[in-house]
């Protein structure tokens, strides 16, 4: 039987703001030594995990029958024709420092497709969302992605990597270009929240490496559904798995994705 997915998105919706509300009710309690580190810049805390734990009780209930990619691993990943990709907390390195922009990210993929795509901004209450066919919403009202022309009056937004360096120098070099040639670049700490103000229209664009698939599968979706378009650095479908990507309005798309490529056509 195939699932409906707009109740389905609506239900994941409910599921996500009962889980924010958690999130919401831990952020002045929690303390330094319960702070665990996964690796260099890289934190976890109980909240994630109780906060993932919510979500995938939740999702069980919707479809039993689906599969789990987690980014703190409460659950077995078992492949399935339906897979749940879910960052319970993106940002996490905000929340610990009590830095009002943190998300939470959860897409439904089927065989090699997202078809349904919510992100929750915890602190400003703001819901962003799509399923397959639909547009996509902010708290109940339709969004699109900006209408921009020129990548020289846009404003970016990107992130830093964690751990893999091996082209920062490349993306420095990008950085820098952009600071000079654009009205700006923000880094917000979330790409969840990143990808959905792309899509909202508050951002042109979003460019980042070194990202994982809980951080973008949502996220993704949402900007295209918004009327966007989203590659990796080659220009390629290769966004979700893939640990790069440039997401943006169409209009200055190409000229945005030609200036990355020539800065990184050493490293592609």
Same mark, same amino acid.
């Given at each position: 039987?195939?699932?409906?997915?707009?109740?389905?998105? +609506? #239900?994941?919706?409910?599921?996500? +703001?009962?889980?924010?509300?958690?999130?919401?009710?831990?952020?002045?309690?929690?303390?330094?030594?319960? *702070?665990?580190?996964?690796?260099?810049?890289?934190?976890?805390?109980? *909240?994630?995990?109780?906060?993932?734990?919510?979500?995938?009780?939740?999702?069980? !209930?919707?479809?039993?029958?689906?599969?789990?990619?987690?980014? #703190?691993?409460?659950?077995?990943?078992?492949?399935?024709?339906?897979?749940?990709?879910?960052?319970?907390?993106? /940002?996490?390195?905000?929340?610990?420092?009590? @830095?009002?922009?943190?998300?939470?990210?959860?897409? $439904?993929?089927?065989?090699?497709?997202?078809?349904?795509?919510? @992100?929750?901004?915890?602190?400003?209450?703001?819901?962003?969302?799509?399923?397959?066919?639909? !547009?996509?919403?902010?708290?109940?009202? #339709?969004?699109? *992605?900006?209408?921009?022309? $020129?990548?020289?009056?846009?404003?970016?937004?990107?992130?830093?990597?964690?751990?893999?360096?091996?082209? $920062? /120098? +490349?993306?420095? #070099?990008?950085?820098?270009?952009?600071?000079?040639?654009?009205?700006?670049?923000?880094?917000?700490?979330?790409?969840?929240? =990143?990808?959905?103000?792309?899509?909202?229209?508050?951002?042109?664009?979003?460019?980042?490496?070194?990202?994982?698939?809980? =951080?973008?599968?949502?996220?993704?979706?949402?900007?295209?559904?918004?009327?966007?378009?989203?590659? =990796?650095?080659?220009? /390629?479908?290769?966004?979700?798995?893939?640990?790069? $990507?440039?997401? /943006?309005?169409?209009?200055?798309?190409?000229?945005?994705?030609?200036?990355?490529?020539?800065?990184? +056509?050493?490293?592609?």
């Amino acid at each position: 039987m195939t699932p409906n997915l707009e109740q389905i998105t +609506k #239900e994941v919706i409910e599921i996500a +703001k009962q889980t924010g509300q958690f999130i919401r009710t831990e952020l002045n309690i929690i303390k330094a030594e319960q *702070v665990e580190s996964k690796g260099t810049h890289d934190f976890v805390t109980y *909240v994630d995990k109780a906060a993932e734990k919510q979500i995938v009780d939740g999702l069980l !209930k919707l479809l039993p029958d689906a599969g789990f990619i987690t980014e #703190e691993k409460t659950i077995a990943t078992e492949q399935k024709e339906y897979m749940w990709i879910i960052d319970p907390l993106d /940002g996490t390195t905000n929340f610990i420092h009590g @830095i009002p922009c943190f998300s939470i990210s959860i897409a $439904l993929m089927r065989g090699a497709d997202v078809v349904s795509g919510v @992100i929750y901004e915890v602190n400003l209450d703001e819901c962003f969302y799509a399923w397959e066919g639909s !547009k996509a919403y902010l708290n109940g009202n #339709e969004i699109r *992605v900006s209408s921009t022309t $020129l990548l020289k009056d846009s404003l970016l937004a990107t992130g830093f990597p964690y751990h893999d360096y091996s082209k $920062l /120098g +490349k993306y420095l #070099e990008l950085f820098t270009w952009c600071l000079h040639n654009t009205h700006g670049v923000r880094r917000l700490g979330s790409a969840a929240a =990143d990808l959905a103000y792309v899509a909202c229209g508050r951002f042109d664009a979003f460019f980042e490496y070194g990202l994982n698939a809980w =951080d973008v599968a949502a996220g993704v979706f949402i900007v295209q559904q918004a009327g966007g378009k989203v590659t =990796d650095f080659k220009g /390629g479908n290769d966004y979700i798995f893939g640990g790069e $990507l440039i997401a /943006g309005n169409n209009n200055m798309f190409d000229e945005f994705l030609d200036k990355t490529m020539d800065s990184f +056509k050493q490293e592609l």
